[in-house]
């Protein structure tokens, strides 16, 4: 079994026919977060479904991970629960007997089994205390595995999209090398976003700083090109320039754009939004946006790395072009000079 939840659900069931028990759980821990998950929980019969919940602090999650060793407690169950900071889970039972035997991976304690008996005292012996932290011993080797699996799964998927990226990076620097008239970069590097991105709308806006002017030099949504006047900045765009960071939003964009003071220029009102700044020599000489007209959660931390990149490398292109148009018209007026 290379699924965590699988193999929970199967030791769990097995567990249910081996010991004299009417409660069974089996938890996992994420001490980076701090949070226990209740990944089988079981109750005279009755499947039962808790919310992911914190470790608390002195709990008995923490003494499991001090001691790393089972705690069997035969009589007074609840007294000992209650010592933890431990209650009852509204609409069960009190336990009169238990056991917890810990799931380690090396010196960490990754989470438990538990067995409870509501109807007796003194229900659980050394021997069952004994063979559950053995079959604890084994779905921890389990548990691993499926951890690495997953881990080996999300490595590959993250390569692949780097590769994806830097094949996009690799295809936007071949397009604009050599390129020295603005206005084509602004076109071809408009198009490509839509092609890469999950968007219905690019704007690439260049900003004027002495005129306070955005220029907009390419806006297309939904495949019907904008003409936009020059206008001041503001919203969310005049935040980017400003901060010099990207901005990605990726739900109640009507409410965070209406808080920044921003407006629709054009179109439709978005749902998504992801911005970053063109900056030359370390200052914001313009914004680059993706808006998906019609879902929230249309761009990630993926898609804005990829497009900080290629915003990166569009600013090279245009501070290329701007120094080559500046070299000719010197040239122009030395030779009318001459």
């Known amino acids: 079994k290379l699924d965590v939840q699988a193999i929970c659900d199967l030791v769990g069931d097995k567990i249910r026919e081996l010991f004299d028990t009417q409660v069974v759980t089996l938890s996992t821990y994420d001490w980076t977060t701090r949070t226990v998950f209740r990944n089988y929980l079981v109750e005279r019969g009755k499947r039962l479904f808790e919310h992911p919940a914190p470790i608390a602090q002195g709990g008995l999650i923490e003494h499991l991970q001090k001691t790393r060793q089972p705690l069997l407690v035969a009589e007074s169950a609840m007294q000992r629960l209650s010592e933890f900071g431990m209650q009852l889970i509204p609409g069960t039972d009190e336990p009169k007997s238990l056991v917890y035997v810990p799931l380690i991976v090396g010196e960490e304690v990754r989470g438990s089994i538990s067995l409870q008996n509501l109807d007796r005292e003194n229900a659980f012996t050394d021997q069952d205390v ?8 084994s779905m921890s080797v389990a548990l691993e595995n499926a951890r690495l699996f997953d881990e080996t799964k999300r490595l590959l998927a993250e390569t692949e999209i780097r590769a994806a990226e830097l094949k996009e990076i690799s295809d936007v620097g071949q397009m604009l090398v050599g ?9 071809a590097m408009g198009d490509k976003l839509l092609e890469i991105f999950d968007t219905q709308a690019v704007s690439i806006v260049t900003y004027d700083r002495e005129a306070d002017l955005l220029h907009y030099r390419y806006l297309k949504e939904k495949g019907v090109r904008e003409h936009p006047a020059p206008r001041p900045p503001s919203g969310l765009s005049a935040y980017i320039l400003r901060t010099r960071q990207p901005l990605l939003i990726k739900e109640d964009l009507d409410r965070i754009a209406a808080e920044h003071g921003g407006t629709v220029i054009a179109g439709e009102q978005p749902r998504s939004y992801l911005g970053v700044p063109l900056l030359m020599g370390g200052e914001a000489r313009g914004v680059v946006t993706l808006q998906n007209i019609d879902r929230e959660h249309a761009f990630s931390e993926d898609d804005q790395r990829l497009l900080t990149t290629l915003s990166l490398n569009m600013s090279v292109a245009l501070e290329n072009a701007r120094l080559y148009a500046e070299a000719e018209r010197r040239g122009d007026e030395m030779a009318a000079l001459s």
């Open 130 to 137: 004994r063979l559950l932290t053995t079959m604890a011993s």
């Open 179 to 187: 390129e020295l008239d603005l206005n084509r970069i602004y076109e």
